[in-house]
């Protein structure tokens, strides 16, 4: 069982706003933090891994205590059993991919577990390569295996997905679900884009100004419209253009633009930027295979 | 033919201030870089004070706090056996005052430059702070690093003010290269003046050239 509860001022551009959690997380589990930006979402996990100091509470992790404010309890990070992908990743420039993993093991640990983590995440051939050679998926692929060398009690990941591509995307979700998987973590997820969310995590908990506000499975939070549609999509509003009687609007999903007939009173409730879900059932989708070849990291050829 | 005497004692002061402030300079320009605390900029001033000081003025103030007729030089001499006017101890003391901004101040943007995420990758991964200073600090920033080491050096080369008032013209003590100078030109002795005075600007004016090489990348290029 994983226990949170802390209370933490933040300081801001606009003011002060407090972070007040208290929330249970099963061992195991993976749990997607999922609110806007500026809700807390990065606070929140470095307090957990000890990097910012919380005001009062608790942090219990798999029965250890992290964090006690009453008992005066306060580990450093360098004492918790936490791994943490950055949102820059945060690899060591002076060091080879190889190095990068290596420098993570502990005093007197088996340096099997790098072999095994190089191979997990296939980089096997550019184990000697420095991160500054290597593209943005593989970098974060580095980041999530030198987290895992200690074999965390607690894998934390601060936005890894949000600097790259659709496809590379969602290849780097299945690896976070393998390792996720293999070494039985209990992962918490900062993301707040809905397909991570609903392709990844077990739990949901939604942060909003500095409070969760929504705990439960994701498909029940994200099927509250009471929607059954048999495609879901969620996207970001980028353009509503007016034409004749109805509105069009395009919506950035993934790396494509989509665009959908919507009518005026559904217009009304909507902003440049806001994010929608886009679902249809009963019509007949055309499948047709993309060749990509593995090895090419960018976006497939169409 | 010269006397080669005052280049070297140069040359002694300038490696033993380097190395001496390379190990006070990296803790300090490290905790610059990353406090928050209120007394930072109060640091920071006193730091950067030797820039726009007349050196007479940081001369003078520690020929007096040093003299033995003094409360605090009394008692240096008398406890410690230090006598550190008209001496290389002196001179020591004096220059890694006088060349603490030229080691500190690249040090601090080197440090400030590195994202802060790599210092607290290192934490979670469960490394003590010094660890993290020569494993991954040190190691991306050398341009600052030798930047910092080659202007301190250089600097220190460049004394003259603070030399001449807390160090005197001692041969074989204080008498360095820049005071030698001063010296064979009141002498009227304008050839061995010349050659002190070629030297310093071509061994400065190489050192220089070798950080600006180096940190424009132009070695690097010239190797492909």
């Known amino acids: 069982m994983i226990e949170l509860a802390f209370h933490k001022t933040l300081h801001s551009a606009d003011g002060t706003m407090p972070l007040r959690v208290d929330l249970r997380i099963k061992q195991g589990s993976f749990a997607c933090l999922y609110g806007k930006s500026g809700a807390g979402k990065t606070s929140f996990a470095r307090i957990v891994a000890g990097l910012l100091a919380a005001e009062a509470g608790r942090i219990r992790v798999n029965g250890?205590?992290?964090?006690?404010?009453?008992?005066?309890?306060?580990l450093r990070p360098q004492q918790r059993s936490v791994g943490f992908v950055f949102q820059d990743y945060a690899l060591f420039p002076n060091m080879t991919v190889e190095e990068n993993l290596s420098f993570a093991l502990r005093r007197g640990q088996?340096?099997?577990i790098v072999r095994d983590l190089i191979e997990l995440i296939e980089l096997g051939g550019l184990r000697d390569r420095r991160p500054a050679m290597l593209s943005g998926g593989?970098?974060?692929?580095v980041a999530l295996a030198?987290?895992?060398?200690?074999?965390?009690?607690?894998?934390?990941?601060?936005?890894?997905?949000?600097?790259?591509?659709?496809?590379?995307?969602?290849?780097?979700?299945?690896?976070?679900?393998?390792?996720?998987?293999?070494?039985r973590l209990s992962t918490i997820l900062i993301s707040h884009d809905v397909s991570d969310i609903?392709?990844?995590?077990?739990?949901?908990?939604?942060?909003?100004?500095?409070?969760?506000?929504?705990?439960?499975?994701?498909?029940?939070?994200?099927?509250?419209?009471?929607?059954?549609?048999?495609?879901?999509?969620?996207?970001?509003?980028?353009?509503?253009?007016?034409?004749?009687?109805?509105?069009?609007?395009?919506?950035?999903?993934?790396?494509?633009?989509?665009?959908?007939?919507?009518?005026?009173?559904?217009?009304?409730?909507?902003?440049?930027?806001?994010r929608l879900l886009v679902a249809s059932k009963a019509f007949n989708p055309i499948i047709r295979k993309i060749d990509v070849n593995p090895d090419d990291e960018r976006i497939p050829r169409s | 033919m010269i006397d080669w005497e005052p280049l070297v004692l140069t040359f002694k002061l300038a490696a033993t201030t380097t190395?001496?402030?390379?190990?006070?300079?990296?803790?300090?320009?490290?905790?610059?870089?990353?406090?928050?605390?209120?007394?930072?900029?109060?640091?920071?001033?006193?730091?950067?004070?030797?820039?726009?000081?007349?050196?007479?003025?940081?001369g003078f103030y520690l020929l007096i706090a040093f003299s033995p007729s003094n409360a605090f030089?009394?008692?240096?001499?008398?406890?410690?056996?230090?006598?550190?006017?008209?001496?290389?101890?002196?001179?020591?003391?004096?220059?890694?005052?006088?060349?603490?901004?030229?080691?500190?101040?690249?040090?601090?943007?080197?440090?400030?430059?590195?994202?802060?995420?790599?210092?607290?990758?290192?934490?979670?991964?469960g490394k003590s702070k010094t660890a993290t200073l020569f494993k991954v600090l040190l190691p991306n920033m050398k341009s600052s690093l030798l930047s910092a080491v080659v202007l301190a050096f250089?600097?220190?080369?460049?004394?003259?003010?603070?030399?001449?008032?807390?160090?005197?013209?001692?041969?074989?003590?204080?008498?360095?290269?820049?005071?030698?100078?001063?010296?064979?030109?009141?002498?009227?002795?304008?050839?061995?003046?010349?050659?002190?005075?070629?030297?310093?600007?071509?061994?400065?004016?190489?050192?220089?050239?070798?950080?600006y090489l180096f940190n424009g990348g132009y070695l690097q290029r010239l190797r492909q």
């Open chain 1, 64 to 74: 250890a205590t992290w964090y006690d404010s009453e008992a005066g309890i306060e």
């Open chain 1, 110 to 112: 088996d340096a099997g």
């Open chain 1, 138 to 141: 593989q970098r974060q692929r």
């Open chain 1, 146 to 183: 030198r987290a895992l060398v200690q074999t965390p009690a607690l894998l934390l990941l601060d936005e890894p997905l949000a600097a790259l591509d659709a496809a590379m995307r969602a290849r780097l979700q299945q690896y976070i679900l393998r390792v996720h998987r293999e070494y």
């Open chain 1, 198 to 274: 609903l392709k990844m995590a077990d739990t949901l908990l939604h942060l909003e100004h500095g409070g969760i506000v929504w705990q439960g499975p994701p498909a029940k939070y994200f099927g509250r419209s009471s929607l059954s549609g048999k495609f879901q999509f969620s996207g970001e509003l980028i353009a509503i253009e007016a034409q004749d009687v109805v509105f069009i609007l395009s919506i950035l999903i993934g790396g494509n633009v989509v665009k959908v007939v919507a009518d005026e009173s559904e217009v009304k409730a909507l902003r440049i930027g806001d």
């Open chain 2, 19 to 58: 190395v001496v402030l390379l190990i006070i300079a990296v803790p300090l320009a490290r905790w610059l870089a990353y406090t928050r605390s209120r007394i930072r900029p109060i640091l920071e001033t006193l730091v950067s004070m030797p820039l726009v000081l007349p050196p007479t003025v940081l």
């Open chain 2, 73 to 125: 030089g009394g008692w240096l001499q008398d406890w410690l056996g230090l006598r550190l006017i008209f001496s290389f101890e002196g001179l020591v003391l004096a220059s890694l005052i006088y060349s603490m901004p030229f080691m500190v101040h690249p040090l601090q943007s080197g440090f400030a430059s590195l994202s802060p995420s790599l210092q607290e990758a290192a934490y979670v991964l």
């Open chain 2, 154 to 211: 250089a600097h220190t080369i460049g004394e003259f003010g603070v030399v001449l008032m807390i160090g005197g013209n001692i041969p074989g003590q204080t008498r360095v290269a820049s005071i030698a100078i001063y010296d064979e030109v009141e002498a009227l002795n304008y050839a061995a003046a010349n050659t002190y005075a070629l030297i310093l600007f071509v061994l400065t004016f190489i050192m220089l050239l070798g950080v």
